[in-house]
């Protein structure tokens, strides 16, 4: 069997050191063989979303040091806004002989079970689940009948996985006109001071 494609979805609005922390991690965890971030479309709504042309080049950037790690624009790309399984049909067709994980927070573990097509998630692929706010992913499961059926379905790393640094963080920094620098890749800082000064970025 060749190695597992994660797949990381988020909005990366900005992408932070702390989501190639996550990626780095489980690649060290896991036989992964390619990490694919997938950023959200725009028609996404989620407050302070920088849009898709920024969040993807700033990803872009970001990435081009790991040959590990590669982009998809198939949901920005999309004229109507995909659903998780969508998505990862999509990805499916591109890498049929490989294992497929979802990479989610546990905070996700809340809803999992209410997304589209949950039985063929649970089916078909795998999913890293990153501990968020003290949460216990595997008591999470075990109190949940639906998600402890289909215990065999979710990978919860061992061991300390960092989790600082979120983009909403970044994002309020940028606002006040505070320095956001390592939090976020180098590739990415000198990109937010070159195009996105009116998120009162300040070096």
């Not at 979802?102 to 078909?124: A, K, P, Y």
């Not at 890293?128 to 639906?146: A, E, L, T």
Request: charge should be negative.
């Amino acid at each position: 069997m060749e190695g597992f494609i994660a797949v990381f979805g988020g909005s990366f609005s900005p992408v932070t050191n702390a989501h190639l922390a996550i990626a780095e991690q489980i690649t060290n965890l896991y036989d992964i063989e390619k990490v694919i971030f997938l950023p959200v479309s725009d028609l996404y709504e989620k407050r302070g979303l920088m849009s898709a042309e920024h969040r993807v080049e700033m990803l872009k950037l970001a990435c081009e040091s790991n040959t590990k790690f590669e982009v998809s624009e198939i949901e920005v790309q999309s004229t109507t806004l995909l659903n998780t399984i969508d998505s990862l049909r999509r990805l499916r067709k591109q890498y049929p002989d490989h294992p497929m994980a979802f990479v989610i927070g546990s905070d996700n573990l809340r809803l999992i079970d209410t997304w589209n097509d949950f039985q063929e998630l649970m089916d078909d692929y795998y999913f890293i689940v990153i501990p968020r706010n003290g949460d216990n992913p595997q008591k999470m499961i075990r109190k949940n009948p639906s998600l402890l059926a289909n215990l065999e379905s979710f990978l919860i790393p061992e061991g300390y996985i960092r989790n600082d640094g979120n983009s909403t963080h970044v994002r309020d920094l940028l606002k006040v006109g505070k320095s956001v620098r390592y939090l976020v890749p180098e590739p990415t800082y000198f990109y937010l001071e070159n195009n996105l000064k009116g998120w009162g970025f300040n070096a």
